[in-house]
């Protein structure tokens, strides 16, 4: 019987990737609004959303029409790519979406190296990070100003 819910709630429904335009920017500020403050820094004011929408890459995850999250990340002066969200609507949790997403998007962009920063305790986020071959390379203990640590975390493909 456990097995069977196991199996079962890992079955992912199928997504697609959208980007955002500023037309949207309400829909980021509502999935942004729906995260945990403690273990996760959202986009609090329309002038940064719309800046990051502008300057960042930020897509939508879309399953049947609708935008259950979102991954956004910047690529800097040297190519390297920071990912700064991943945020999964509360219902749409625990079913693989974030992990496969993540997946997807560095198959997509392809860089030599990558960064992010991750709240310690934010497991999911740490699993996600982590199985994708990410290493923590230093602790910060209030990098957004929040009062809450974060890991730095990075991932450098190199040639073999
Ligand atoms: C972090 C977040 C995006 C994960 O989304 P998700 O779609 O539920 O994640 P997935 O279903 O892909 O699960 C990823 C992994 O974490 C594991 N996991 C999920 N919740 C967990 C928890 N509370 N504790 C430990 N592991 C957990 C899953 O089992 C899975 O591991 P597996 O692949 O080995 O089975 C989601 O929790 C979220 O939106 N949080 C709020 C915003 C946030 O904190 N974003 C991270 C920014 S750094």
Redesign the pocket.
Same mark, same amino acid.
Not at 92 to 98: H, K, L, R, S, T
Not at 116 to 119: I, K, S
């Given at each position: 019987m456990k097995l069977f819910f196991r199996l079962a709630s +890992?079955h992912m429904p199928n997504f697609t990737l959208q980007k955002a335009t500023i037309a949207n920017w309400e829909t980021i500020e509502q999935i942004e609004k729906t995260? #945990?403050r403690k &273990?996760?820094a959202p986009r609090i004011d329309k002038a940064e959303i719309l800046h990051d929408i502008t300057n960042n890459f930020i897509y939508f995850i879309v399953v049947e029409n609708k935008k259950i $999250?979102f991954i956004s990340y910047i690529v800097e002066a040297d190519g390297n790519i920071e990912f700064n969200? &991943?945020?999964?609507l509360p219902e /749409?949790? $625990?079913? $693989?979406? *974030? +992990? *496969?997403t993540f997946e997807q998007v560095l198959e997509m962009t392809n860089a030599k190296h990558y960064s992010? /920063?991750?709240?310690p305790e #934010?497991? *999911?986020?740490l +699993?996600?990070y982590t199985?994708a071959g990410f290493t923590i390379q230093s602790r910060l203990e209030n990098h957004f100003g929040d009062g809450e640590p974060r890991l730095f975390m990075t991932l450098a493909h190199t040639l073999a």
């Open positions: +890992k995260s #945990n &273990l996760y $999250g969200g &991943l945020v999964i /749409f949790q $625990g079913q $693989g979406i *974030a +992990k *496969a992010l /920063f991750v709240h #934010n497991e *999911a986020a +699993k996600i199985d």
